[in-house]
């Protein structure tokens, strides 16, 4: 099995499309053609990780948090990011990054914390638009579910939980074979009129070349008429942040500590109690002030995330409660959510879940 196969594997997971403009997921070093001889998840790429990965024969790092988020101009070793890199060539190891495109699938990481907190009925707060395409292609009736099948193997089709999605309408198509032209149907400059079927995909805009490829390859046409139309509709499973309900309501202190034993923090800074118990639950593994407004707009009770600066706990506006437990404590358990991703692709693959603890933040706790 080669790096690729991991990466294209985790890429249907998570479209790389889906990663935010700042974002910098993907493979960030290494070639994809490489034999992988196992695979270390971890959340954070540190010196430690890649020195982890390579003492346990892993050429191939699989972190959260891409370690080169802006554009490298040295290699000097000057600071953490730099080191890190160097090891990783010294050393045959790729890195794969899978950031924001995981945060912004409804199974991913807020998925994973829905998980552990029992949520139900779970909706995307934020959803996602401009995220799908639209391919229109005519063919003979004749050729017709042999290009439709190819479309379908290159993965388009893909409607949120339904797979094979198509619409297919019949029409009258005509065309003149000219100079140099070489029809499968027709004559040289003698025009021709025959029943066509127009077919309808959608499909992520990262698919588009092995689609257009397979479409190709798969029509009788030499030349192959197809339209591509950016589509702004929502994504109902993809986007920012996710809110569900509790199967049952707990006292808000009681959920606290709940969330306090959950995400394993030896602090919770959170904003004075609404006085009403916790039943609906919204959440954002990182840093997820950005949602606090749209979080308003829903009847959600507590809000969970990370990264909340000073003045942005006042924005909660006693309308939920806000509680930050850590950017590392609220993506910790990303880990377990790419290595059980994996292991049921992958069974026999050496994979495994790094020993070492990268969170930079520590707690002095009397």
């Known amino acids: 099995m080669t790096v690729q196969d991991i990466v294209s594997y985790l890429e249907i997971i998570a479209p790389p499309s889906l990663q935010e403009d700042y974002d910098n997921a ?4 290494g070639q994809g053609g490489t ?29 959260h948090h891409p370690i080169i988020f802006s554009g490298l ?11 890190v890199i160097i090891a990783a060539i010294k050393n045959d190891i790729a890195i794969y990054a899978i950031h924001t495109n ?5 199974e991913g990481v807020n998925g994973k914390i829905g998980d552990l907190l029992g949520l139900v009925n779970r909706k995307i707060i934020l959803q996602k638009e401009f995220q799908l395409k639209k391919l229109i292609t005519f063919a003979p009736v004749e050729m017709a579910d042999k290009v439709r099948e190819a479309i379908f193997k290159a993965g388009g089709g893909h409607i949120g939980k339904y797979s094979e999605c198509s619409f297919t309408s019949e029409g009258i198509g005509t065309y003149r074979p000219g100079e140099g032209a070489d029809p499968t149907i027709g004559e040289k400059d003698k025009r021709e009129t025959g029943k066509e079927l127009k077919m309808e995909f959608i499909f992520f805009p990262h698919l588009q070349s092995q689609i257009v490829e397979a479409m190709t390859k ?24 996710l809110i569900g309900e509790l199967p049952a309501a707990m006292p808000e202190a009681d959920f606290i500590k709940h969330i306090q034993h959950i995400f394993k923090t030896p602090a919770v800074k959170y904003t004075a109690l609404c006085g009403k118990p916790i039943k609906k639950v919204a959440v954002c593994g990182g840093a997820g002030s950005f949602l606090i407004n749209k979080v308003k707009e829903t009847d ?6 990370s990264d909340v600066k000073y003045h942005e706990f006042f924005e909660a506006d006693n309308k939920f409660i806000l509680a930050d437990v850590g950017h590392y404590e609220s993506e910790q ?4 959510l790419l290595f059980d991703l994996l292991r049921e692709k992958f069974p ?7 020993g070492v603890n990268t969170n930079p933040v520590h707690y002095f706790v009397p």
Do not use: Q, W
């Open 26 to 29: 993907g493979l960030l070093t």
């Open 35 to 63: 034999l992988c001889t196992g695979a270390l998840i971890c959340l954070d790429c540190s010196e430690h990780v890649v020195k982890e990965a390579a003492t346990n024969n892993c050429n191939l790092i699989i972190c």
């Open 73 to 83: 101009k040295k290699l000097t070793g000057k600071n953490y990011a730099e080191r």
């Open 102 to 106: 995981l945060d912004n699938v409804i």
């Open 218 to 241: 798969a029509h009788g046409y030499e030349e192959v008429a197809y339209d591509i139309i950016p589509l702004g509709n929502h994504m109902s499973d993809r986007g920012s942040g």
């Open 300 to 305: 959600a009770d507590i809000f969970i995330t």
């Open 333 to 336: 358990y990303t880990i377990d």
């Open 348 to 354: 026999n693959f050496a994979l495994l879940k790094t």
